[in-house]
């Protein structure tokens, strides 16, 4: 039952650096997205698709991409990471029929 | 836009006390409302849930009313224990996907 698979789970960057941030989920779901985590802020959406080739941009989305070539995979990417990025990234898929979110365990990035 | 405003926290309470962890929400029409649960080092994962107005979602003991009159999803539970101590965010849906949350709020429970 591995669900939504998130790597990898620790980080670390320097300024100007970039990264892809992978996400794999085995549920076929089509909705999937990106949230970031900071203390106080709750989730923040930062990109989500709505299926395979369909991306759209959420709350924050400056400064990551995404491409959605399968259903099963999400990457996210920091094009040049810079210390404001520093924070917790999860991944979730939507179960469609009931509104339920089905998150990964998260990725920690710290940016220096 | 929505919004989902909750209890501050930290929230500290001894072993079988009573939990209320309030939540109000904005939306400008009949959204879904959700508690998630976030147990330290893992991801969210849904508790409960209520579709429309006067539902009462259930789950492990924690229970939480749609009040449409007063915009409120208020999370309850009778006697807490020390494996409830985690973080508690209220969200809401309107359409498939968008998702909106508080910024959760941080319950320890102590022997």
């Known amino acids: 039952n591995a669900g939504v698979t998130q790597t990898p789970k620790f980080q670390v960057l320097k300024t100007g650096q970039s990264m892809t941030l992978q996400c794999a989920q085995d549920m076929n779901h089509e909705y999937m997205s990106w949230y970031r985590q900071d203390p106080g802020m709750g989730l923040r959406l930062i990109h989500y698709?709505?299926?395979?080739?369909?991306?759209d941009q959420g709350e924050v989305p400056n400064g990551y991409n995404v491409s959605r070539s399968t259903t099963e995979d999400f990457p996210l990417r920091l094009l040049s990471a810079a210390p404001s990025q520093t924070s917790v990234y999860f991944c979730?898929?939507?179960?469609?029929?009931?509104?339920?979110?089905?998150f990964g365990e998260g990725s920690r990035l710290t940016v220096l | 836009g929505d919004s989902v405003t909750q209890m501050e926290g930290p929230v500290t309470l001894s072993e079988e006390a009573f939990l209320t962890i309030n939540c109000t929400y904005t939306?400008?029409?009949?959204?879904?409302l959700f508690w998630y649960v976030q147990y330290p080092g893992e991801g969210l994962q849904l508790l409960l849930k209520a579709t429309k107005a006067d539902d009462k979602g259930s789950n492990k003991g924690f229970e939480a009313t749609y009040r449409k009159e007063t915009t409120s999803f208020h999370l309850e539970k009778g006697s807490v224990q020390v494996s409830d101590s985690a973080v508690y965010f209220c969200?809401?849906?309107?359409?498939?996907?968008?998702?909106?949350f508080g910024d959760g709020t941080t319950l320890t429970v102590k022997p």
């Open positions: 698709s709505v299926g395979a080739g369909i991306t």
């Open positions: 939306a400008t029409g009949y959204p879904s």
């Open positions: 969200a809401l849906s309107e359409s498939a996907g968008k998702s909106t």
């Open positions: 979730a898929t939507l179960k469609t029929n009931t509104g339920e979110l089905f």
